[in-house]
């Protein structure tokens, strides 16, 4: 009874039209109005108790590294060296795409951020050479969602706090399989486009890559900094967004100057904008995740799955199935939120790892983001490369695909994330 008021209120408010954080502030009241415990005032004490957290500090620092990246030249530099590096090669304007994902993942952990930067600096170009519009436009969509799995991650500073999971070792854990789903995208544009007759780019001196790597130097430096600093535990995650936003900043403004003191208002702004959303979803969470202990929600789940719990890999495969059915109607935060109190009660008494089951999770929720009909990062791209929703969802499905059949490897095979994974954090 209590499962099927929890869901009944959750999926009825959003049935409703209710945006998501008032939906799960409605389920929270629902579940305590079912246990005739119904307070205001826990309602307001759990909110704002939701938000009062150090690590979801790096939300909007992390943001605006992400705003500045993008309007301080830094993914523009990234994008040049990379097409100094493979632009002269068959279909090599897709795999500067990739490499450029992999590289701009490491600096702002935005999917949305890298998608509309990657939309912007290549789909012209790609659209000029002859290329296909809906193909190229879907490779970049899943491009950019690599973004949530490369450190910095929004996502799993979110998935952390919710779970109570070192940010620092999904962070670290992250590394390996982001670049694993970038290969994934390497080896099914490279068999899509074997046979097109597109003339490649002249090839690169090694006098041009030279200057392309000096060029882009520092902005490739950033990453480097967050990851040694949190490997060799310089720094926690919410300062390495401090510095990450910082260094963006110093260098836009200073090395690069493509950034004026006056656009630093319209960055602002669109970074508090966007972590509002983001921090007053979790302050709303927090209630419902309050009634699901207090109603010991997670304990009727395990007895359902019972049978399951002696067979992990089974149980992730169900897990995996559950988030890609919810992935197609929900948006990453709020899936994350909602199925992270839930599930971590059933991961724990299988004995899954819950680093490893939190890179699967996020990697489950990233590729959600293109997947029909929500996909956030379809709409961006469809929005900024100026192509219809149909063509960049016809073109997203083999990359998705892909991306899918990674996942599920690393399901069977765990040592592909944790044996680099407790490399990188000892």
């Not at 909007?60 to 830094?74: H, Q, R, T, V, Y």
């Not at 149909?390 to 073109?395: A, I, M, P, Y």
């Not at 899918?404 to 592909?416: G, K």
Request: hydrophobic fraction near 60%.
């Amino acid at each position: 009874m209590t499962i099927a008021i929890f869901l009944g209120a959750l999926l009825g408010a959003m049935a409703l039209g209710v945006p998501i954080a008032f939906s799960l502030l409605a389920c929270g009241a629902a579940l305590m109005w079912h246990m005739d415990m119904f307070d205001p005032q826990i309602l307001a004490q759990n909110t704002i108790e939701g938000a009062n957290s150090f690590p979801l500090l790096a939300v909007p620092f992390f943001m605006l590294a992400g705003e500045i990246m993008n309007a301080g030249g830094l993914s523009r530099r990234i994008v040049h060296f990379a097409m100094t590096l493979v632009g002269h090669v068959r279909g090599g304007l897709g795999y500067v795409g990739i490499m450029a994902a992999v590289l701009m993942a490491a600096l702002s952990g935005s999917a949305v951020a890298d998608a509309a930067a990657l939309a912007a600096l290549l789909l012209p170009m790609m659209n000029r050479a002859g290329y296909d519009t809906a193909r190229s436009a879907g490779l970049l969509s899943a491009a950019g969602i690599i973004a949530p799995i490369i450190p910095p991650s929004i996502g799993f500073v979110v998935f952390g706090v919710a779970a109570n999971v070192s940010i620092s070792k999904l962070f670290l854990a992250g590394i390996v399989p982001g670049v694993l789903l970038g290969a994934a995208l390497w080896i099914t544009w490279w068999w899509l486009v074997r046979t097109d007759k597109i003339q490649p780019a002249p090839r690169a001196t090694r006098a041009e890559i030279a200057a392309a790597f000096k060029d882009a130097t520092l902005a490739l430096g950033m990453p480097l900094i967050v990851v040694v600093g949190l490997k060799m535990g310089v720094f926690t995650p919410t300062e390495a967004a401090v510095v990450a936003a910082v260094y963006a900043l110093l260098v836009s403004m200073l090395v690069y100057r493509e950034l004026r003191l006056r656009e630093l208002y319209r960055l602002f702004e669109a970074a508090a904008k966007t972590s509002a959303i983001i921090m007053f979803l979790v302050a709303a969470a927090m209630v419902s995740a309050w009634m699901i202990t207090v109603a010991n929600l997670p304990a009727e789940v395990i007895s359902l799955l019972q049978p399951l719990l002696d067979r992990p890999t089974l149980l992730m495969i169900a897990i995996m199935v559950l988030t890609m059915v919810v992935g197609t109607a929900m948006d990453m935060t709020p899936t994350i939120l909602i199925l992270t109190p839930v599930l971590m009660p059933i991961v724990k008494a299988a004995g899954i790892d819950p680093v490893y089951f939190g890179v699967l999770f996020m990697i489950n929720n990233a590729i959600g983001l293109i997947t029909p009909p929500v996909g956030t990062v379809l709409s961006t791209v469809a929005g900024v490369g100026k192509v219809s929703m149909d063509d960049v969802t016809r073109g997203v499905w083999p990359f998705m695909v892909a991306q899918f059949a990674m996942m599920f490897l690393m399901v069977f095979f765990p040592q592909l994330v944790m044996v680099p994974a407790r490399w990188f954090y000892g």
